[in-house]
């Protein structure tokens, strides 16, 4: 399989701590995303990093990717109430770019 | 730019009933077009995809069908509903070549009685 695997599966922190989740998959990829999914609503995309990058910025998003390991993480910093969500990533493979999902880590940044 | 259309947003049905959930892009063409269903407290898991007109791919034997009658609009279906349809049900375009980006439509939670 080559499912996204998040670690850990909930994770609550202060406003302004910084948040890590990690991600683990098992095959070769052509890139990996990150959403974010406010409950009860539709996926956000976050970021993509493409499989020969190894680490990306997108305002308090940091995403790294280290292949060999067949890992990525997601660090978003100064966290604020609003994060509070659930964040997902997604290995993409294939000529037909079909993504595969974990069950996701549900952040909590408590005020 | 372009934008993901999915109605409706809320369905209940009985079991035994058809469905037809429906979901349109706006702003590009020829993408790629995916059903996911995500059971509650749970990731997303692909049902359909297509790559063009006509074209559908199921990932998983199921109760449901897909169907794409234009370029843009992908229909997911089905004859006589199952408890076990229940969850929410998110649709997603992929661009062209070296966009890969996939973006998701708002999603229809649909509740099978």
């Known amino acids: 399989s080559q499912q996204g695997e998040e670690d850990p599966q909930a994770l609550s922190i202060q406003e302004g701590e910084n948040a890590t989740m990690n991600c683990s998959y098992k095959t070769s990829i052509n890139n990996l995303q990150w959403y974010r999914q406010n409950s009860g609503r539709g996926l956000v995309h976050l970021i993509l990093i493409r499989s020969n990058e190894r680490e990306k910025h997108s305002g308090r998003l940091r995403v790294t990717l280290d292949t060999s390991k067949k890992s990525s993480s997601l660090l978003i910093t100064a966290s604020r109430a609003a994060d509070t969500a659930s964040y997902f990533c997604?290995?993409?493979?294939?000529?037909?770019?079909?993504?595969?999902f974990g069950t996701g880590t549900l952040l909590a940044v408590q005020p | 730019s372009q934008t993901i259309h999915q109605w409706p947003a809320t369905l209940v049905q009985p079991v035994g009933s058809p469905l037809s959930l429906e979901c349109t892009v706006e702003g590009t063409s020829n993408p790629n077009l995916y059903w996911y269903r995500q059971a509650a407290g749970r990731g997303l898991q692909l049902l359909f995809y297509?790559?063009?007109?006509?074209?559908i791919s199921s990932e998983v034997p199921q109760n449901l069908s897909a169907s794409r009658p234009q370029d843009r609009q992908f229909i997911l279906s089905s004859k006589k509903l199952l408890l076990s349809d229940s969850g929410f049900y998110l649709c997603?375009?992929?661009?062209?070549?070296?966009?890969?980006?996939?973006?998701f439509g708002p999603g229809t939670r649909l509740t099978v009685l």
């Open positions: 997603a375009w992929n661009g062209v070549a070296g966009y890969n980006e996939q973006f």
């Open positions: 997604a290995p993409m493979a294939g000529a037909t770019n079909k993504l595969i």
């Open positions: 297509s790559v063009g007109i006509g074209q």
